[in-house]
């Protein structure tokens, strides 16, 4: 299970993110952004895309984010350890924790991450949250993988294949997804995997329907899952 974290497993959680990505660009290429980058779509798009477009509206060249990269990968996640809550249970979706603390323990499911976070940034945010335990450290697929979320399920499965399945990757049709957007059911849909919606983000359950199942929030997922295998 690729479970997806913002409007996922953490609602309305991301302020302190986005400003520790706002302030990494500052750092980095000494760059403010314009009000246009206020418009620019966050929901289900990994953090090193959403840098890209606000660099792009402030005149700097992509080759410039080629080239500094990591530094605005390192300066995202130092601003964030900065600007965090120390508790984020509260911003904990609806079933959220005690589905994790049931997964966790179940011998036929593996927790594992999907998300357009950079990978400490998320490990940071579970933990604050109290969910970080279901999810192995070195698994899943993050937005410092990879700017395309396209990528990221078969990044996750290579990883969960070295640990849980003696080296090769895990299946993609014993593979779902669980996320809150369009993007969360195209990545899942890339990889060949299967994906359940939740509409507990930004997207009603009509804008979520190409999923294979759609749920209000996350109370039926388990039911979901064996509707799946």
Known sequence: MLFDIDGTLLLKGADAHAAAVVAALR?????EPPQSARGIEAAGRTDQAIARDILALAGVEAEQFELRRDDFLQAATSHYERLMPDDLSDR??????DLLARLAGHERYRCSLVTGNIQQVARLKLGAAGILYPFAEGQGGFGSDSDDRNDLPGIARVRAGQLWNGGEAWPAERTVVIGDTPRDIACARA???HVVAVATGPFAADELAEADVVLADLRELEAALESLS
């Open 27 to 31: 750092e980095v290429w000494e760059v």
């Open 92 to 97: 904990l979706a609806p079933h959220a924790s």
């Open 191 to 193: 990889d060949g995997a």
